[in-house]
């Protein structure tokens, strides 16, 4: 089982940004697939970005053109750049490890999660 805390969350205005991060314990260049899901009070968990092995990339269409999914090897940690954030945003944030398949992505492990909070 992999190890993931998510760290980088707070409180931004709207149209602000923030970068989340996602350690991971162990090479990330194991796995499959890694992935950010997002849920707010009151909704259903959401599957933000996802991102491949070889580094296919993939977005939830309001967050596309705002938030991009990297990782870097070196450090084995995943990132979400957030940009011109909206009050829409706002969700607890988790990183979490699985696969791309047929069906689409599966998560299998997942970290504690991380509290955005866009507002005035």
């Known amino acids: 089982q992999v190890q993931l805390a998510e760290s980088g969350g707070g409180l931004v205005q709207p149209g602000g940004s923030l970068r989340l991060s996602c350690a991971v314990s162990?090479?990330?260049?194991?796995?499959?697939?890694m992935g950010w899901y997002r849920q707010a009070p009151g909704r259903q968990r959401e599957l933000v970005a996802t991102?491949?092995?070889?580094?296919?990339?993939d977005y939830v269409d309001s967050v596309k053109g705002r938030f991009t999914i990297s990782r870097e090897y070196a450090k084995n940690i995943l990132y979400l750049q957030m940009n011109s954030l909206k009050p829409e945003d706002t969700a607890v944030y988790y990183c979490?490890?699985?696969?791309?398949?047929?069906?689409?992505?599966?998560?299998?492990?997942w970290g504690q999660g991380t509290q955005v909070t866009v507002s005035t």
């Open positions: 979490t490890r699985g696969g791309q398949y047929s069906a689409g992505y599966e998560s299998e492990d």
């Open positions: 162990g090479s990330i260049a194991n796995i499959n697939a």
């Open positions: 991102i491949t092995s070889g580094g296919i990339t």
